[in-house]
């Protein structure tokens, strides 16, 4: 499985950005798809996930400013981020699950930079 990003970069505080992530290669078994983000010095954390009951698992720190969505049939989702603060500064990583294999995989991070 390959995962290919995009969107990210630079913009103001409470502005909006977009990131999308679609998944090639073995993707009959991927269950679940979405973002975590790193800073420096820590642990790469969660930042919104689908799952198997529909509604995304958020974050508490972006829970309704971010919202995610997948479109099953291409293997995608995106990131539409709103209201960006300073502290969504990261590193962002896009993360596929296959149940069958019970693996994950990361696609190369994009840098999302909150600046006035």
């Known amino acids: 499985v390959q995962l290919q990003a995009s969107g990210g970069g630079l913009v103001r505080p409470r502005g909006s950005l977009r990131l999308s992530c679609t998944a090639s290669?073995?993707?009959?078994?991927?269950?679940?798809m979405g973002w975590y983000r790193q800073t420096p010095g820590h642990q790469r954390e969660l930042v919104a996930v689908?799952?198997?009951?529909?509604?995304?698992n958020y974050a508490d720190s972006v829970n309704g400013r971010f919202i995610l969505s997948s479109d099953n049939d291409d293997n995608t989702v995106h990131l539409i981020m709103n209201g960006l603060k300073f502290e969504d500064t990261a590193v962002y990583y896009c993360?596929?699950?296959?149940?069958?294999?019970?693996?994950?995989?990361w696609g190369r991070g994009t840098q999302v930079t909150v600046s006035s």
């Open positions: 993360i596929a699950h296959d149940f069958r294999l019970g693996a994950d995989y």
């Open positions: 689908t799952t198997s009951g529909g509604h995304p």
């Open positions: 290669g073995s993707t009959f078994s991927i269950s679940q």
